[in-house]
C-alpha cells in the first residue's frame, strides 16, 4: 500500500533521489530559474531519468501556497510497507546502545523539522511522538529537515507512556527534561541505552509522561532567556549524550 506526498525544497528533493529515488515519480521546476543549483538538481534528475517539468513561479505558488517551494516541488510516493515500530528496533538492536528522542506533543512543523536535523546528526535511532495533538512529518517539515526525515525513522504512537514503559522494560534508561529540576544533563550519566524526553512547546511534557521518566533533567540557563527551543534544547542534550559516548 503506498501514499502520495508532495516535498519541497533543494534539500528535500535531493536526498530524497539519492535515498530512494524510485519514490520520486515527478519534479516541478521553476522555469525562470537557471542558477547553478537549479542546473545541479536538474543534472540530477536527468542522471536518475525522472519524469520532470518546467513551470512558472505562479503555478507552482498555486501547488503549496504560502511556503517557500524554492521553486522545486515534487511528487512522491511512499509506501507504508515501510512502516517501522519501536518494537522493531529495540529487538533489531544496534552496534551502539539504543537512543531515543520522545517529543511529546510538538506542534510546530519547523521545530520537528529542526530536530531532525538534529537526530540526524547525532545518530538517533528513531524519533518517537503521539499521533494525536501533534505535527506529523509533512512538506514543511521536510523541507525544514533537510534530508533528515528520509534518514531518522518518524514513529507515531497511539500512547506515548505505554511506549516509555516497553522501553523502560527493555532496558532504556528515559530521562526527562524540565527546566525547574536541579540536576542539570551534565550530571548525569548517559553512557547507556537512553531515550530523551522533550515536551511540547511551551507546555513542556505532560504529567504521566513526566511521572514514567526514571529522572528528570534541566539544560543550565545563564543568562536572562527563560527556556530554550525544543530543537535547540534537543540539539544540546543529544550532543551531551554523544560526547559522553565518545569518551567511554
Given at each position: 500500500?503506498?501514499?502520495?506526498?508532495?516535498?519541497?525544497?533543494?534539500?528535500?528533493?535531493?536526498?530524497?533521489?539519492?535515498l530512494d529515488v524510485n519514490?520520486?515519480?515527478?519534479?516541478?521546476?521553476?522555469e525562470s530559474r537557471n542558477d547553478a543549483r537549479m542546473n545541479d538538481l536538474l543534472k540530477l534528475i536527468k542522471l536518475h531519468?525522472?519524469?520532470?517539468?518546467?513551470?512558472?513561479?505562479?503555478?507552482?505558488?498555486?501547488?503549496?501556497?504560502?511556503?517557500?517551494?524554492?521553486?522545486?516541488?515534487?511528487?512522491?510516493?511512499?509506501?507504508?510497507?515501510?512502516?517501522?515500530?519501536?518494537?522493531?528496533?529495540?529487538?533489531?538492536?544496534?552496534?551502539?546502545?539504543?537512543?531515543?528522542?520522545?517529543?511529546?506533543?510538538?506542534?510546530?512543523?519547523?521545530?520537528?523539522?529542526?530536530?531532525f536535523r538534529v537526530a540526524d546528526a547525532m545518530g538517533v535511532h528513531a524519533i518517537i511522538c503521539p499521533k494525536d495533538n501533534a505535527v506529523g512529518v509533512n512538506a514543511t517539515?521536510?523541507?525544514?529537515?533537510?534530508?533528515?526525515?528520509?534518514?531518522?525513522?518518524?514513529?507515531?504512537?497511539?500512547?506515548?507512556?505505554?511506549?516509555?514503559?516497553?522501553?523502560?522494560?527493555?532496558?532504556?534508561?528515559?530521562?526527562?527534561?524540565?527546566?525547574?529540576?536541579?540536576k542539570n544533563i551534565y550530571q548525569e550519566n548517559?553512557?547507556?541505552?537512553i531515550a530523551i524526553v522533550l515536551g511540547s512547546e511551551g507546555k513542556g511534557m505532560r504529567r504521566l509522561t513526566r511521572e514514567l521518566c526514571d529522572t528528570l533533567v534541566s539544560i543550565p540557563m545563564l543568562g536572562q532567556v527563560e527556556s530554550l527551543n525544543v530543537s535547540v534544547a534537543s540539539g544540546i542534550c543529544l550532543s551531551e549524550i554523544?560526547?559522553?559516548r565518545t569518551l567511554s
Amino acid at each position: 500500500m503506498s501514499e502520495k506526498k508532495i516535498i519541497y525544497g533543494f534539500h528535500s528533493i535531493t536526498s530524497r533521489i539519492r535515498l530512494d529515488v524510485n519514490s520520486v515519480k515527478e519534479i516541478y521546476l521553476d522555469e525562470s530559474r537557471n542558477d547553478a543549483r537549479m542546473n545541479d538538481l536538474l543534472k540530477l534528475i536527468k542522471l536518475h531519468d525522472i519524469n520532470y517539468h518546467l513551470s512558472s513561479k505562479n503555478r507552482l505558488d498555486g501547488m503549496i501556497p504560502n511556503s517557500k517551494h524554492q521553486g522545486v516541488i515534487a511528487n512522491i510516493i511512499e509506501n507504508k510497507q515501510k512502516y517501522i515500530t519501536v518494537e522493531d528496533i529495540v529487538e533489531e538492536g544496534a552496534k551502539e546502545p539504543l537512543l531515543f528522542l520522545i517529543l511529546d506533543g510538538i506542534e510546530d512543523p519547523h521545530n520537528l523539522g529542526a530536530c531532525f536535523r538534529v537526530a540526524d546528526a547525532m545518530g538517533v535511532h528513531a524519533i518517537i511522538c503521539p499521533k494525536d495533538n501533534a505535527v506529523g512529518v509533512n512538506a514543511t517539515v521536510r523541507k525544514v529537515a533537510c534530508g533528515g526525515a528520509e534518514s531518522v525513522p518518524f514513529i507515531a504512537v497511539t500512547n506515548i507512556g505505554r511506549t516509555i514503559r516497553y522501553l523502560k522494560e527493555n532496558g532504556l534508561f528515559v530521562i526527562g527534561t524540565d527546566g525547574e529540576t536541579r540536576k542539570n544533563i551534565y550530571q548525569e550519566n548517559l553512557s547507556g541505552p537512553i531515550a530523551i524526553v522533550l515536551g511540547s512547546e511551551g507546555k513542556g511534557m505532560r504529567r504521566l509522561t513526566r511521572e514514567l521518566c526514571d529522572t528528570l533533567v534541566s539544560i543550565p540557563m545563564l543568562g536572562q532567556v527563560e527556556s530554550l527551543n525544543v530543537s535547540v534544547a534537543s540539539g544540546i542534550c543529544l550532543s551531551e549524550i554523544r560526547r559522553q559516548r565518545t569518551l567511554s
